[in-house]
């Protein structure tokens, strides 16, 4: 089993910049890939993030050039660096590890407005 515990989100301005945090524990050996997904009320959730075990990533188009996503060694914690947010990006982030199972986190609100 992993556990996947996501920090950092909150209430921001647009144009402002957050770094959400999810940290894995448990049997970590077995993660492969990890990414960011999120969810706004009303919509399906979707991928914002991923990135692979050889550090390949691909981002939505909606954020390409805005979100930096990255898992430094020892890649038991991913970060997601988004800065220039916008409204639109005002949803609930789920962290997702992918191993022998898929793995998610509780969920982290970002909320965006002025």
């Known amino acids: 089993q992993v556990q996947l515990v996501e920090s950092g989100g909150g209430l921001v301005q647009p144009g402002g910049s957050l770094r959400l945090s999810c940290a894995a524990s448990?049997?970590?050996?077995?993660?492969?890939?990890m990414g960011w997904y999120r969810q706004a009320p009303g919509k399906q959730r979707e991928l914002v993030a991923h990135i692979s075990s050889g550090g390949t990533t691909n981002y939505a188009d909606s954020v390409k050039g805005r979100f930096t996503i990255s898992r430094p060694y020892p890649k038991t914690t991913v970060y997601l660096q988004m800065n220039s947010l916008k409204p639109e990006d005002t949803a609930v982030y789920y962290c997702?590890?992918?191993?022998?199972?898929?793995?998610w986190g509780q969920g982290t609100q970002v909320t965006v407005s002025s």
């Open positions: 448990g049997s970590i050996f077995s993660i492969n890939a």
């Open positions: 997702n590890a992918m191993g022998e199972l898929n793995y």
